[in-house]
């Protein structure tokens, strides 16, 4: 096999060398042997993917994927609207309570943040997900924080599907700069009282806009990373409260009644009720202009600090009923084909995780804060606000 005249511990490292480069290839066999048995075993059935419902873009990119899933797999992908993930979260939890270990109603989950952390420390979700599919391997996990939810990490327990920015929309004219600050808010509700809300939390963005101003008004303190402690609360949320003060009796309706959700928002400000609104997805502007649901002098901004960005991924419950026909969704779901339709802000807009043709322009990044910040400020806004 080796020429006898070399010497012989470079023989055994070669031939080291040699059977480590066989495994690789058998292993990457096996692989694409195991994948094929999971999509024969997805063939034919319907997964109940849980998601939110209310955006239309959102809804028609999920019917789009359905019929590519049902034509290539054979697989009903089956869209359960909620209002909020956190629905899903309570059934998975009731069916663990119950030990109601399989047979599970939902197959596929849109989940991130404080929701994941739950799912994940009451061990609800199917382990190693991440390294079982296939299309994993173009994900952007150099250039973006896919790998860490809210501060949390993910170990494998999800899989990266977009991303999300907090960003600002607002009539044209309304601030001069792109980045503003709070207090260049708090000054355009009191030039134009009446003219300025946000969704109330716990509604994701209205909990995010009070991020965002925490993060501001706190100076980026590093305690908003880290599980939040009873003395960081004291310590920090007190600025953001002032502040709240002052700016809700300038607030639509004083700040008495606040949009239900940021698509209502999105609304009033099409038909010039308010003069901004919030968003979570840097390009939901120009896909709603495009679309005529938002007039053409709309402008985009952020606050200075940076836009707070954070990913949302895609989970299979560990009680699943359909957990095969699950992986073959996600592993579509991230392909480069499905993330550059969803990338398109004709369609949805939402920012790709995975390598495409043409880099996308995201705003300047800010940290999202840790988990448990979450919670904290929707019981504390309820309890004061409410």
């Keep these: 096999m080796f020429n006898c005249s070399l010497p012989s511990a470079f023989k055994r490292a070669l031939t080291a060398l040699l059977l480590m480069s066989s495994a690789v290839v058998v292993q990457a066999e096996q692989t694409a042997e195991d994948w094929s048995d999971v999509v024969q075993e997805a063939r034919g059935s319907t997964v109940f993917f849980y998601a939110w419902g209310g955006s239309n ?28 993930i956190a629905e899903a979260v309570h059934r998975l939890r009731s069916d663990q309570a119950a030990g109601r270990k399989q047979g599970g109603a939902i197959d596929l989950l849109w989940i991130n943040g404080e929701n994941f952390h739950a799912l994940k420390e009451s061990k609800s979700l199917e382990p190693d997900l991440l390294s079982a599919i296939p299309n994993h391997v173009h994900l952007l996990t150099d250039e973006l924080p896919l790998l860490t939810d809210f501060g949390v990490p993910v170990d494998g327990f999800e899989v990266p599907w977009g991303m999300g920015q907090f960003n600002i929309i607002a009539r044209d004219g309304s601030f ?66 002032d502040y709240l003060d002052q700016l809700h009796p300038l607030l639509w309706e004083k700040g008495g009644a606040f949009p239900q959700d940021s698509a209502q928002q999105l609304q009033w400000l099409a038909d010039g009720q308010l003069h901004a ?72 807009g939402d920012p790709a995780v995975v390598r495409l043709d043409e880099a996308e322009a995201l705003l300047p990044t800010a940290q999202e804060l840790h988990a448990g910040w979450q919670e904290r400020l929707e019981a504390h806004w309820l309890a004061r606000y409410q």
């Design 57 to 84: 873009s959102v809804n028609q990119y999920l019917r789009w994927a359905g019929r590519h899933l049902n034509r290539q797999y054979g697989i009903n992908l089956r869209h359960v609207k909620v209002g909020d």
């Design 176 to 241: 001069a700069e792109s980045d503003i600050t709070p207090e260049q808010l708090l000054t355009y509700a009191q030039q134009n009282p009446g003219r300025l809300s946000y969704p109330k939390p716990p509604d994701f963005i209205g909990t995010t806009f009070l991020k965002s101003l925490l993060q501001a008004l706190a100076d980026n303190d590093q305690r908003l990373y880290r599980e939040p402690s009873r003395s960081a609360e004291r310590d920090l949320l007190p600025v953001l409260w």
């Design 277 to 348: 609104a919030f968003s979570f997805n840097p390009q939901e502007m120009d896909s709603k202009v495009r679309n005529g649901r938002l007039p053409e002098t709309v402008t985009q901004h952020y606050f200075a600090q940076g836009a707070i960005t954070n990913s949302h991924y895609l989970a299979v419950p560990h009680n699943a009923s359909h957990k095969a026909a699950a992986k073959v969704v996600i592993n579509f779901l991230i392909s480069r084909s499905a993330q550059a339709r969803k990338a398109d802000p004709r369609y949805w």
